[in-house]
């Protein structure tokens, strides 16, 4: 295959080229759009004949956005939040991955269905039970809501990704170093873990999307404005009128740079790290 | 190579309770500050306490978080505005309510809520706090709104913002044209078919087609305007009958003069093709004048007259929409609620509200105010309009009415079902609801 | 496989906990009010069998939310999985890859609401930028969201923008770990693109397209805010989903049992939907 694409026509090379733009112009586009409307004014977003840059740049939606809104707040919760909810996640589900990907035990087929029965479960069914049971423990309305809510609903995905990550690393390596008088937990910490680091990587940049963008529970969880997450603060900007468009793309290609920026600083673990796990599912 | 690495893993286990600890401590620590201040209140009610507002996102959400400021320097009490959705207002107030959280000490419930609210018993009856009832100067359409039943009950909620459905049409074009204003929805459609004929930019009227409460706001006043009755003295579902079909056929012709798309039109659209000077004529609320006369985001600032909603074979009939400001039951600060309610909603705060383009007051003084009449020139018809509007009908289950009718005749509107045959099919479902 | 020790027993301890605590009530308690009849709003509760059930297989709207979610999940899944797959073994030998990879990650990121604020932006019949570029080529402006037949479509498009992505990158993982030296030896027998392609990548993907087809799968039949903000369901029934459907009866009226019903039925309707690949899943976590 290597030898063939060496040996590329300059056809196969003009055609790479497009396909490359057009794919890049279907997924950037719109991302482009919201740029461009984030420096726009109300009447040029909607003008008769759409302009492709902003004619009369303007800054207000991003001062509204961070003056009226406290937007920077939204981003720091959101920030924390996600970022506690990723870390516990990650380690306890690779803790208990491990142990469903090596060990046999009473219940392992009953645990194993019963995450995938969580993450099938529509979240919105969870509402009322959830709330009752945060109000009954005295955290509604604290961060420690979603960081629980999101470690509920992030679990299961981050055991299911890790098993497959476990999975790959061979039993041959275990062993070896047990007959070197590792004990298990010696074992599972220096030969697995470092191998597994990559695919620990790729689970968590999933999860800290997900709890990023998180909105149902994140809306319902938390009373006091000081606290609200970025999507919450969002749902703002959809007003009994009006949707504040400005304002609302100004939000979205802000909200979006934190985790751009993780997942290309992480780029590279990301991908091996998918490469480990995901063929084995 | 192992040693980095368990390092790594070490500092990760630290990061992570670090932040955990962290979390819970402040967390935990303004969680103390509540309880604390709960408590104070029941002592002495001197004490500062900290009210919190579930408030529906957009300008009134605004200039209410304004004026707050003022009332917190006056009292030392903190008052926090949460701003939501629509739909996550209602939903987060019923989940603060019935699970005696307590979080909330006072709400804002869009009018049609309030029956819903009453039998489920979300909120603390107000006669205590107001003996003589509420003052006479708010709009008595409004004050009864917040009434436990309807307009003859204990006050259970204060009328807040005064919405009420107004007609906006361009004035300008009804000056070109050389007619005057229309008055009945015929004069609507003649009006609306000339521009969509003549006018190379301009559509005729503007309908707010999206399915649920879009819909059903929007085709209420044409119901009414031909006569109709949603619920009978029995609480049986009327919407199939003559006026029901008649108003939807002018509904259907109404849509043909207007833009394309209004199949999923909802007030964002309604605005922009109005403020960007796109239709004529459309049903509106008066909280929009802000916005088409505001040069920033309006091509047609001055052109958009407002007058009460068109007649037709009855009245004009112009529907309320107030939203209206409560306790529930579960605050821990009725008190310091009801007097804040007392300071919200007083002729003073309504007009800083209103400069502050909050919209809509519900006190007649307010709407008379000099000052007020100058810079907002609509104010004396949305009065009379509010004084003569209709309220949607009071029946607990009107949210689960409207969505079903608006389902309806969004299917209509769509070319999904015939007129007929989409009413009689929308009048079956709602006798079913609300025989439940 | 080995026997569990002490070790594996802590290790599984939290998750364990964070599942009984978390996830059990909640589960527990979606299948009890489902035979009730409960008004989470007023408080009433009565016990009514398997009256919701009927109710619901009685209504409907109820089959055509199922309806439109069913050929959403068909449509939708099929083109993510089939474009993300086909991309990534176009893109993962060669020049571009990089690039690629970084921009197309990008729908994925950003929030879902302002996503389909923007998507409802660029679809506006009048105003929005997509009929305004298909006037450039000619073609006459289409109602992207208010046409009954186009609707559903639409949001399809918006989903298989933000989410073949995912699919791009999890079939570009497991590509990259197939081992080189088995197409060298192949192309040593004298094996062409498309037999390695048939013979050799595909199977060789079969795990990961499982995969990726299972989570589309379960995230697809949930879809509810791209509806919610683009289209409200409208116009008429044409892009009611169960989520939807849900979602209405549970927190704008708050029939609570009824919706728990429905969401029960979904569950069972994912079940079915997706217990070939459950299985395999399953089976493979069993084996090693």
């Not at chain 1, 589900?93 to 009953?110: D, E, H, M, Q, W």
């Not at chain 2, 579902?237 to 008649?246: F, I, L, R, S, Y």
């Amino acid at each position: 295959m290597k030898k063939s694409i060496q040996s590329k026509s300059k056809m196969k090379h003009v055609i790479r080229y497009i396909v490359v733009s057009i794919l890049l112009i279907w997924s950037l586009f719109p991302v482009y759009w919201m740029l461009n409307n984030s420096f726009k004014n109300r009447i040029e977003q909607f003008s008769d004949t759409p302009t492709f840059y902003p004619n009369q740049v303007t800054l207000e939606n991003y001062m509204t956005l961070f003056l009226e809104l406290g937007f920077h707040k939204a981003l720091l919760n959101s920030l924390l939040i996600a970022t506690v909810a990723t870390t516990i996640a990650v380690f306890i589900g690779a803790l208990a991955a491990y142990s469903l990907s090596r060990y046999r035990f009473i219940g392992r087929k009953g645990l194993l269905v019963w995450i995938l029965l969580t993450r099938i479960f529509p979240p919105v069914t969870f509402v009322i039970p959830l709330y009752e049971m945060m109000g009954n423990a005295g955290l509604l309305n604290t961060r420690i809501a979603l960081i629980l809510a999101y470690i509920a609903f992030n679990l299961p995905f981050a055991i299911w990704l890790l098993i497959g990550f476990f999975n790959e690393v061979p039993f041959e390596l275990e062993e070896s170093a047990m007959i070197d008088g590792a004990s298990p937990f010696q074992t599972f910490r220096k030969v697995v873990l470092p191998l597994i680091i990559p695919g620990i990587g790729a689970t968590a940049i999933f999860t800290f999307i997900t709890a990023w963008n998180e909105f149902l529970y994140a809306m319902i969880f938390i009373q006091s404005p000081e606290l609200s997450t970025v999507p919450v603060a969002l749902s703002g900007l959809i007003t009994e009128y009006l949707v504040l468009w400005g304002p609302m793309s100004a939000g979205g290609i802000l909200s979006a740079i934190p985790i751009v920026l993780l997942v290309y600083l992480m780029q590279d673990t990301f991908i091996k790290g998918l490469t480990l796990g995901a063929v084995k599912g | 190579m192992y040693k980095t690495k368990r390092t790594v893993f070490i500092f990760l286990i630290l990061l992570i309770s670090l932040i955990v600890l962290t979390a819970c401590n402040k967390a935990s620590s303004s969680s103390g500050d509540e309880e604390t201040s709960k408590e104070d209140t029941k002592e002495a009610s001197t004490e500062p306490v900290e009210l919190t507002i579930a408030a529906r996102a957009g300008s009134m959400a605004d200039a209410l978080t304004e004026v707050v400021k003022q009332y917190e320097e006056e009292t030392g009490n903190k008052v926090n505005v949460n701003a939501m959705p629509y739909d996550n207002l209602k939903e987060t107030v019923v989940l603060d309510v019935r699970n005696n959280s307590g979080a909330f000490d006072l709400v804002m419930i869009d009018d049609p809520w309030m029956p819903e609210f009453a039998e489920g018993e979300l909120l603390t009856n107000l006669d205590s706090y107001f003996p003589d009832g509420l003052a006479s100067d708010f709009v008595q359409k409004s004050a009864a709104l917040g009434k436990v039943p309807y307009e003859t009950g204990s006050t259970y909620a204060v009328p807040f913002i005064g919405n009420v459905q107004m007609f906006f049409y361009r004035n300008d074009l009804v000056e070109k044209y050389d007619i005057d204003a229309p008055q009945t929805w015929d004069d609507v459609l003649a009006f609306a078919e000339t521009i969509k004929d003549e006018e190379q930019e301009t559509f005729g009227y503007a309908l707010r087609g999206q399915r649920g409460n879009p819909i059903v706001s929007n085709y209420l006043p044409l119901f009414w305007a031909y006569g109709g009755t949603v619920l009978d003295e029995n609480m049986k579902p009327q919407v199939n009958t003559e006026a029901g079909v008649k108003a939807m056929e002018m509904y259907m012709k109404l849509k043909e003069t207007g833009p394309k798309g209004v199949e999923t039109f909802d007030s964002d659209q309604i605005a922009t093709s109005l403020t960007q000077g796109q239709v004529a004529m459309t049903i509106a609320w008066p909280s929009w004048v802000s916005e088409v006369d505001n040069k920033e985001n309006s091509n047609v600032v001055g052109k958009v007259n407002f007058s009460a909603v068109p007649s037709q074979e009855s009245d004009a009939a112009a529907m309320i929409g107030n939203w209206l400001l409560g306790i529930p039951r579960t605050s821990q600060n009725t008190d310091a609620a009801a007097a804040f309610l007392e300071w919200v909603t007083s002729a003073e705060t309504q007009k800083e509200m209103t400069i502050l383009g909050a919209g809509a007051p519900t006190r007649v003084s307010v709407y008379e105010d000099p000052e007020l009449v100058e810079q907002y020139r609509h104010f004396p018809a949305q009065l009379e309009a509010l004084q003569n509007s209709v309220a949607r009908p009071r029946t607990s289950k009107w949210s689960q009415v409207e969505d079903t009718w608006g389902m309806y005749l969004s299917q209509i509107l769509a070319g999904q079902l015939d007129i007929q045959e989409g009413l009689d099919k929308a009048n079956e479902e709602l006798e079913g609801i609300l025989a439940k | 496989m080995r026997k569990s020790n002490t070790m594996t027993h802590i290790f599984l301890l939290p998750a364990v906990v964070v599942f009984l605590v978390l996830t059990v009530y909640p589960l527990l308690y979606a299948v009890v009010t489902s035979f009730y009849e409960l008004d989470f709003l007023k408080g009433d509760i009565s016990f009514i069998g398997l009256d919701n059930f009927n109710k619901l297989f009685e209504h409907d709207v109820f089959w055509i939310s199922l309806r439109n979610t069913i050929i959403f999940v068909i449509v939708a899944v099929l083109m993510e999985v089939l474009l993300g797959t086909a991309l990534a073994i176009y893109f993962n030998s060669g020049k571009g890859l990089k690039l690629i990879r970084t921009a197309i990650l990008l729908p994925m990121l950003l929030p879902p609401i302002t996503v389909a604020l923007t998507w409802k932006m660029m679809y506006d019949y009048e105003f929005g930028i997509i009929n305004y570029l298909l006037g450039w080529i000619g073609v006459a402006p289409i109602e992207w969201l208010s046409s009954s037949n186009l609707a559903l479509l639409s949001i399809i498009i918006t989903d298989v923008w933000q989410w073949t992505p995912f699919v791009f990158l999890i079939i570009l993982a497991s590509l990259q770990a197939i081992p080189e030296d088995i197409y060298e030896s192949a192309s040593v027998f004298g094996a062409n693109a498309s037999q390695c392609l048939r013979y050799i990548t595909l199977p060789l993907l079969k795990p990961a397209i499982i995969l990726v087809l299972l989570l589309r799968t379960i995230d697809t039949f949930q879809v509810f805010e791209k509806m919610y903000v683009l289209t409200g369901g409208g116009p008429g029934n044409a892009t009611e989903t169960i989520t939807f459907y849900i979602y209405r009866h549970g927190f704008r009226y708050f029939e609570t049992g009824y919706a728990t019903a429905a969401s029960i039925v979904l569950v069972l309707i994912i079940i079915l939907f997706s217990i070939f690949y459950l299985k395999r899943v399953l089976k493979t976590s069993n084996l090693s």
